[in-house]
């Protein structure tokens, strides 16, 4: 079945340009655009898509409160597709907030053509887009200006086991699954099931909301090294 992608982009060039290159995908399928959120949210409660393709700046509503309104629906809207962030290097706290919305990654607008394709396929699964190269710079940035940890944040590990904050630890400093195995001796699906235990414990929906969680409660250390 064809991933159903949706683009929100308040530049006509930009928004047709992703839509035309999606669409020559066999397993890709546009099935609406729009220039602005608010537009953006009500193409999306009618079209269903799995992916929506979100620019951060625009009029009438911008991408981090259409995000928050697709990810967070009123009573009796059930569907919440996966929101894949369109945005630059230099808007750390809108990607930040991003993330708090619920944003499954991001995407710098000048990516190259297959790593567009490939980022739309990774959300469309389930998975998160957490280039450490992008992602953890932008949130250790943000962390340092928010140098106390909530206490509500610090409670929601407190069910974790030391295992569990260990791999935790590893996802927000951007090793993936193949990569935490590795370094802690064990098989990959051992891995993985750490993995949807943190899930189902932390009421995360992604790898994204697990790293925002080990910044927010503290586990992780702005700029501290690797244990």
């Given at each position: 079945?064809?991933?159903?992608?949706?683009?929100?982009?308040?530049?006509?060039?930009?928004?047709?340009?992703?839509?035309?290159?999606?669409?020559?995908?066999?397993?890709?399928?546009?099935?609406?655009?729009?220039?602005?959120?608010?537009?953006?949210?009500?193409?999306?409660?009618?079209?269903?898509?799995?992916?929506?393709?979100?620019?951060?700046?625009?009029?009438?509503?911008?991408g981090l409160e259409a995000t928050r309104?697709?990810?967070?629906?009123?009573?009796?809207?059930?569907?919440?597709?996966?929101?894949?962030?369109?945005t630059t290097f230099d808007i750390d706290?809108?990607?930040?907030?991003?993330?708090?919305?619920?944003?499954?990654?991001?995407?710098?607008?000048?990516?190259?053509?297959?790593?567009?394709?490939q980022a739309v396929r990774v959300i469309?699964?389930?998975?998160?887009?957490?280039?450490?190269?992008?992602?953890?710079?932008?949130?250790?940035?943000?962390?340092?200006?928010?140098?106390?940890?909530?206490?509500?944040?610090?409670?929601?590990?407190?069910?974790?086991?030391?295992?569990?904050?260990?791999?935790?630890?590893?996802?927000?400093?951007?090793?993936?699954?193949?990569?935490?195995?590795?370094?802690?001796?064990?098989?990959?699906?051992?891995?993985?099931?750490?993995?949807?235990?943190?899930?189902?414990?932390?009421?995360?929906?992604?790898?994204?909301?697990?790293?925002?969680?080990?910044?927010?409660?503290?586990?992780?250390?702005?700029?501290?090294?690797?244990?």
């Amino acid at each position: 079945m064809a991933i159903r992608v949706v683009v929100v982009d308040d530049q006509d060039m930009v928004r047709s340009g992703f839509a035309a290159l999606l669409s020559a995908q066999s397993d890709i399928d546009i099935v609406g655009e729009a220039p602005n959120g608010r537009l953006g949210v009500e193409v999306s409660r009618h079209t269903h898509p799995d992916v929506v393709l979100m620019d951060v700046r625009m009029p009438e509503m911008d991408g981090l409160e259409a995000t928050r309104q697709l990810l967070a629906p009123p009573r009796g809207v059930v569907h919440r597709p996966r929101v894949l962030m369109l945005t630059t290097f230099d808007i750390d706290d809108y990607i930040y907030a991003a993330l708090q919305a619920g944003a499954s990654g991001f995407l710098l607008k000048d990516a190259p053509v297959a790593q567009l394709v490939q980022a739309v396929r990774v959300i469309a699964a389930g998975d998160a887009l957490l280039a450490p190269s992008v992602t953890r710079r932008l949130i250790e940035d943000v962390a340092r200006r928010r140098p106390t940890p909530p206490r509500a944040a610090r409670l929601r590990l407190n069910g974790l086991t030391p295992r569990e904050k260990e791999v935790l630890s590893l996802v927000a400093r951007g090793l993936s699954n193949t990569e935490i195995a590795a370094r802690l001796v064990v098989a990959e699906q051992t891995v993985k099931t750490h993995m949807t235990r943190l899930l189902a414990k932390l009421g995360a929906r992604d790898r994204a909301q697990l790293v925002v969680l080990a910044y927010e409660s503290g586990l992780i250390v702005p700029g501290a090294p690797a244990a």
